[in-house]
């Protein structure tokens, strides 16, 4: 198996430590698991296909809006209240 050097900042380095040890599992099993689910993920989508979803994003993106600002922000703001009381019913 060929050996590899790659320089990774402290943050990373701790995460990998972590998983190994709470895992039970070799540092470097750890990484080729990673890059295994990493490139399995990106096989998901061939790049023409994301090429035709995103066009279709950015076509949405330019079209006006379809309601005003302060409905859509009435909307989010009740979205976050049931939220944050777990999404239950009010009282009547």
């Given at each position: 198996m060929p050996k590899v050097t790659f320089s990774l900042d402290e943050e990373t380095v701790g995460a990998l430590r972590n998983a190994a040890q709470r895992?039970?599992?070799?540092?470097?099993?750890?990484?080729?698991?990673?890059?295994?689910?990493y490139a399995a993920r990106e096989d998901l989508l061939p790049n023409p296909e994301r090429e035709r979803l995103l066009g279709i994003l950015r076509r949405i993106g330019k079209r006006p809006p379809t309601r005003p600002q302060a409905a859509v922000a009435r909307e989010l703001a009740g979205i976050r209240r049931s939220r944050r009381m777990g999404w239950s019913r009010p009282a009547r």
């Open positions: 895992t039970r599992k070799p540092q470097s099993l750890i990484v080729r698991e990673a890059i295994a689910q």
